[in-house]
């Protein structure tokens, strides 16, 4: 009962690498797990996710926003909103954390193959599709089109702003990002995420449409996606639950029967269709 | 299994006693606040076993010994080394010893196979949870004195009911005659105190058949409760109706046999601490509370839905029909406020019938 493998309770022992300032109020962690062996032995699909402890604060879950085409480290990136996230906040590189990973389903990565995909990020909620928006890139033969529309409400509060130059570059990709208020010196897209979308106007013709974002505004993409034709199948989005145990027992991250930690955090639209209404 | 035993009502707390010496025994014991599961204590056990208490419901179940209210999953401590870093230990605190839970009713009993299928099953292997259970022989005794508030046959129980049970003790006239269900019930049974009784089995057959007729009618058979709990998810004036007297004091999870959900914690003093894991309730606000301040069940209408979803609908739908309870009726006989759950399962079941009249007439 003395490795995490045979006890799920207990963390992974890991080391901070890299702190990242991404905006006020996100702070991404780049981390490798003490024991090498766990590190390069540590599996992941795109789309899982690890609950980080701070011994003495807590733990809580975030999904792992590098795509395990890439394992020098394991990146989160953490919004402060509340004791564990401040707790985390205040560490640097060097410090010690804990790590439960990985938990949870992942992307339909596979099934996604030679399709057209839509990446829609509202901000946070761009980590979860960080992940797999990198995965395809490194895979970038097994996926056709691939569009990105990532916003934001301000210029400030835009996470991974140091990579979005790459994406905006790149030809095998389109990349289009908005904030919701006209700026200084903001050279993009200014509007509401389901707005430009439409405007955008991608087509569903063998694509899927992956979101993530605040309640408000994946409810919007969605309409919007089905006003461009998106059947619920070829909706993606991954869900977040106040969770405890991270394995399905602790009882409060449930909708209906399905239990969000291990039965998602990824669902299609069309799987949430049938669940009780209880986001 | 070995064959039927018998013991003498007076010789039980002789057994116990020398239990004691091996195992951390747990009994129901009459105190100032009425009936509840003790510890015996290996030196003062055969006083102690003087407050034994069989005929009387426990008013809280015996789902502490294997599911404690609060227990230590791991500790922690933190050291500054010489070169300034800090270093970090952390250390998982097991279960240790083996346990004997003697009088527990059927249904008490029961309500550890609920947690079996969700501590000790392929989503998630529990190890504190199923070190206990592996450690622990429950001994039930056939409840032959049924309160006014149990249903154990309408959610598929009986009260010589043997799920979850390692031993069946059945009270006759002079003591018990006894059953050994596992293996490892009829290790702790190896006592002289214990005599060979296959010729008494007709009787322990005829107590249990009168203690499943005593078992007070309930207003409907709940094991067909799921469907129709689920249909009634978006009826929030049902829930609604059904909530309004509800002060969300949670008395109905803590004393309920079945409910299992937890809270994680740390607890720290200085350089040191631990993880704990606590009872959490479901009826409470926080329990659902997101971190943004969004909360999927903001009123006490909702949790409660998910409360009776939980136990008559989803639970059931994931675990093979089961019901996450086991009608000993305690959430009844506690609640402040006269909340009574037979009544609002079968309230919802009628109006999920009433809503979709084709269905009646199938």
New interface residues.
């Given amino acids: 009962m003395n490795s995490p493998q045979d006890n799920l309770y207990l963390p992974y022992m890991a080391t901070i690498q890299e702190v990242v300032t991404e905006t006020p109020a996100i702070k991404t962690f780049r981390v490798r797990l003490n024991d090498p062996a766990a590190m390069d032995n540590f599996q992941f699909e795109p789309g899982q996710v690890g609950q980080l402890s701070v011994f003495g604060a807590g733990e809580s879950t975030f999904v792992i926003n590098s795509p395990p085409t890439r394992k020098e480290y394991l990146q989160f990136s953490v919004m402060k909103v509340g004791e564990l996230t401040g707790k985390l906040h205040s560490l640097r590189a060097g410090d010690q954390i804990g790590v439960r990973a990985p938990l949870g389903n992942a992307f339909p990565y596979r099934q996604m193959q030679g399709k057209d995909i839509v990446f829609i990020g509202g901000g946070i909620g761009m980590a979860p599709l960080r992940t797999l928006l990198l995965y395809m890139l490194d895979n970038r033969g097994d996926y056709g089109k691939i569009t990105l529309l990532y916003g934001a409400r301000s210029p400030a509060d835009m996470a991974f702003s140091y990579e979005l130059p790459q994406w905006l570059e790149r030809d095998d990709m389109h990349t289009v990002l908005t904030v919701d208020n006209p700026a200084d010196e903001w050279p993009h897209r200014v509007g509401l995420i389901p707005n430009i979308l439409k405007e955008m106007n991608p087509s569903p013709q063998n694509a899927v449409a992956v979101t993530c974002g605040p309640p408000i505004m994946i409810k919007f993409t969605i309409q919007a996606l089905h006003e461009l034709g998106f059947a619920d199948e070829q909706i993606i989005t991954t869900l977040e639950k106040r969770m405890k145990c991270g394995v399905g027992i602790c009882g409060r991250c449930n909708i209906g029967t399905e239990y969000v930690c291990q039965d998602g955090p990824v669902f299609s639209y069309a799987q949430l269709k049938k669940l009780p209404n209880e986001l | 299994m070995a064959t039927t035993l018998f013991i003498q009502r007076g010789d039980i707390a002789a057994w116990l006693a020398d239990t004691a010496a091996t195992h951390t025994v747990y009994a129901p014991l009459r105190d100032k606040t009425g009936v509840h599961f003790h510890r015996l204590c290996a030196q003062d056990a055969a006083a102690q076993t003087q407050a034994l208490e069989l005929d009387r419901q426990a008013q809280t179940p015996p789902k502490n010994v294997l599911l404690p209210a609060c227990e230590t999953?791991?500790e922690?401590s933190?050291a500054k080394q010489e070169d300034g870093?800090?270093?970090?230990d952390?250390?998982?605190v097991?279960p240790q010893g083996a346990v004997l839970l003697f009088g527990p009713r059927p249904c008490d009993a029961r309500a550890f196979t609920v947690f079996d299928r969700?501590?000790d099953a392929g989503?998630?292997?529990?190890?504190?949870y199923t070190?206990r259970r592996a450690a622990t022989v429950v001994a039930s005794v056939v409840c032959t004195r049924p309160e006014q508030s149990c249903f154990c046959t309408a959610v598929g129980g009986a009260p010589d009911d043997t799920e979850g049970s390692d031993i069946l003790f059945t009270p006759v006239q002079d003591g018990f005659i006894v059953r050994p269900l596992t293996q490892a019930g009829e290790a702790v049974l190896r006592h002289p105190l214990f005599t060979e009784a296959a010729h008494r089995e007709e009787e322990a057959a005829d107590v249990c058949a009168a203690a499943r007729a005593a078992v007070p009618c309930a207003p409907a058979d709940f094991t067909a409760a799921p469907e129709p709990v689920?249909a009634l998810?978006?009826d929030m004036e049902f829930w609604q109706s059904v909530t309004a007297k509800c002060l969300s004091c949670g008395a109905c999870t803590y004393l309920c046999p079945t409910c299992?959900?937890?809270?994680?914690?740390?607890e720290?003093n200085g350089l040191e601490?631990r993880?704990l894991?606590t009872w959490?309730n479901?009826m409470s606000f926080q329990?659902?509370?997101?971190?943004?301040g969004?909360n999927?069940?903001p009123t006490k209408a909702?949790r409660y839905r998910?409360r009776i979803?939980?136990k008559f609908?989803?639970y059931p739908?994931?675990h093979d029909g089961a019901l996450s309870c086991v009608g000993c009726g305690r959430c009844i006989s506690s609640c402040p406020v006269t909340m009574d759950i037979r009544r609002i399962v079968h309230s919802a079941m009628q109006r999920a019938q009433c809503a979709t009249p084709e269905q009646a007439h199938e």
């Fill in positions: 999953l791991l922690f933190y870093s800090t270093s970090l952390v250390q998982p097991m969700v501590y989503r998630g292997k529990d190890p504190y070190a689920a998810f978006d299992y959900c937890f809270n994680i914690t740390d720290s601490g993880r894991r959490d479901c329990f659902t509370l997101e971190g943004s969004h999927p069940r909702h998910n979803g939980h609908s989803y739908r994931i």
